[in-house]
């Protein structure tokens, strides 16, 4: 146990009451514990046991905790001492301690200092977590590095998790395990279902995803200790992942946090980027929409950006926010942070606006079905059912750039629906579905369907983060005044575009009845297909029209489908369509 004295980062522009800094410099107690968890995950006989660095105000009183927890904590680095904690590289110690929190790092099972084995979003991440927490609540054992007894008689159990990535995953799978203690959690492009992070609706993304991906990540981030203990668990990963079918199956369902949203009690801060194309936006979309569903307590920001951490682009801000946030739900502080518009949206131009509600209030499904050549264009999005049939071939590779080309131009390697110019804005809030009634030459038919903004723009493109880079850059109060490391802003980059993809799916026709079953496709006769896209809050200008882009196998997004090869098929119109969730509920 070591004792410490702290900086503190105060912010400055907050214009409401958060829990005040003292003026003198305080001091904190540091520590490192080892907690005892309930399961032996990597099977050598002795319970797991988790460490987390602790850092506290050196008070008599208790304090609540703010915690992370991560699987990347001592990735890259070299033998780390097992008595004292790792160094607290986040913004949260400066921060928080003073204003009387605690502050806990915790190493996921099988990663940094901790024993067991990782096992990508598994049950044994969830009991790594519980295990701290209720170490935190007295329910728990823990144990110094020399094998003393570590108590948290400094605790008042009440626990708010934060994080980004897969830090925030973490917190998704204790509020849906429902953790005695964990009072809120603020995921930060996070994972709410490993299985569409891995796949959409039956077909894996492309690259890592196609083979094997939770035992790839498992070795990512195991340490150098438990790498060899660990090996028969990421066999087994990789026994019973279902690559074979890509098929959402037990497995899967384990790692699928929203079969559980109906015992989340934790209030819910989510933060996502409308153009994170890692942890993609579905996975925000749904959870969201599962905790609405339940009237869980939650707030929303959604930016502009890719996979990113918010005190990089809207610092101070953020720290209020959080500030107000965690003293409502672990101190019981009414300060009017419930108050406040429940959600947060960027602009395209890097502007901000709120509204009551995401999807914001007034949004309505609207139809329109895909129908033949008309003004102008090779195909067209309408009101009302139309006739017909249209050829789609093998895309042969089309990039997604040619895709969104020239709507106007037929192509048998896409089909392109448009609607005539908007008379007036339409706002797109929430998650798109489409349905295609195909007759197929093949039993296998991947399907992705693009939804597009035609119409002359400026898109800001911005610099994404990797998940390691988020968890390891320094966040000291130095960078946050200097703009740099956590803190640095995105880079931005602005080109004028005549077509903006708004936002993607794919379905392998084969799990058109489940996901959880494959059905080939009859060769003769039609199906019809329905799948989804992913999230997305966007305003499509007056003068603009909306499209949609259809195509087989999307190389460039989903791994490609060689049972496909070959495929032609016919799309009838009339009675494909594609959902709208529209602000009024009215496309002009």
């Given amino acids: 146990m070591r004792r410490v004295t702290l900086v503190a980062a105060i912010l400055l522009t907050a ?75 986040r913004w ?37 977590v519980r295990a701290v927490v209720d170490w935190l609540n007295g329910r728990a054992k823990a144990f110094y590095a020399d094998g003393r007894p570590a108590v948290a008689s400094w605790s008042t159990g009440n626990v708010g998790m934060l994080g980004v990535s897969y830090n925030g995953t973490l917190p998704n799978a204790a509020a849906a395990a429902n953790i005695h203690g964990v009072k809120t959690i603020v995921p930060i492009a996070a994972i709410s279902s490993w ?66 949203a109906q015992n989340v009690t934790a209030s819910v801060f989510v933060v996502h980027g409308q153009s994170d194309w890692n942890v993609k936006t579905s996975q925000f979309g749904r959870w969201w929409q599962q905790l609405a569903d339940r009237n869980v307590p939650r707030k929303i920001w959604l930016h502009r950006g890719g996979h990113l951490d918010p005190i990089s682009f809207r610092q101070a801000e953020w720290q209020r926010v959080m500030g107000l946030w965690m003293d409502h739900w672990l101190k019981g502080v009414e300060n009017g942070i419930m108050n406040e518009p429940m959600a947060d949206v960027q602009k395209p131009d890097g502007s901000w606006e709120q509204d009551t509600a995401w999807p914001r209030p007034g949004t309505a499904g609207t139809t329109l079905y895909f129908g033949p050549a008309a003004g102008g264009m090779s195909g067209s999005l309408t009101t009302t059912p139309g006739t017909g049939t249209q050829r789609l071939g093998d895309n042969a590779n089309l990039s997604e750039s040619l895709m969104l080309a020239n709507p106007e131009t037929a192509d048998p390697r896409r089909l392109v629906y448009v609607t005539p110019p908007l008379t007036q804005p339409a706002r797109l809030s929430g998650e798109v579905s489409l349905t295609a009634r195909v007759a197929s030459n093949r039993p296998s038919t991947p399907l992705t369907a693009l939804l597009v903004d035609y119409g002359p723009s400026t898109q800001a493109v911005l610099t994404d983060r990797s998940p390691i880079e988020l968890s390891t850059e320094t966040c000291t109060r130095a960078n946050l005044r200097d703009r740099t490391g956590c803190a640095r802003p995105p880079d931005v980059s602005v080109q004028a575009v005549t077509a903006t993809m708004l936002t993607r799916g794919s379905i392998d026709a084969k799990n058109r009845a489940s996901l959880e079953t494959s059905i080939p496709l009859p060769t003769t006769g039609t ?31 989903v791994a490609t489908d060689t049972g496909a090869a070959g495929i032609a098929l016919n799309v009838s119109l009339g009675v494909s369509k594609v959902v709208l969730p529209i602000v009024g509920g009215i496309v002009r």
């Fill in 15 to 89: 214009t409401t009451m958060i829990t005040p800094v003292s003026e003198a410099a305080p001091a904190a107690v540091t520590e490192t514990v080892y907690v005892e968890s309930t399961i032996d995950s990597d099977a050598d006989g002795k319970l797991d046991r988790i460490a987390a660095d602790v850092m506290r105000p050196d008070t008599a009183g208790k304090v609540p905790i703010v915690m992370e927890a991560s699987p990347y904590y001592g990735l890259g680095t070299a033998k780390q001492a097992m008595d004292v904690p790792r160094g607290f590289s």
């Fill in 92 to 128: 949260y110690d400066e921060y928080f301690v003073p204003r009387g929190y605690a502050v806990v790092e915790m190493e996921m099972q099988g990663t940094s200092r901790s024993t067991g084995c990782p096992t990508t979003g598994g049950p044994e991440d969830t009991a790594s």
């Fill in 195 to 260: 299985y569409e992070y891995s796949r959409d609706q039956g077909i894996a993304y492309r690259g890592a995803h196609s083979k094997d991906y939770p035992t790839y990540l498992a070795n990512y981030v195991v340490s150098s200790a438990q790498k060899a203990k660990c090996k028969p668990v990421f066999d087994k990963l990789a026994k019973e992942d279902g690559d074979e079918s890509f098929d959402y199956t037990s497995f899967w369902k384990a790692r699928d946090y929203r079969q559980t």
């Fill in 527 to 557: 199906v019809d297909v329905t799948w989804r896209m992913h999230a997305k809050d966007a305003l499509i200008p007056a003068g603009h029209r909306i499209g949609v882009v259809i195509v087989t196998n999307h190389s460039g997004y």
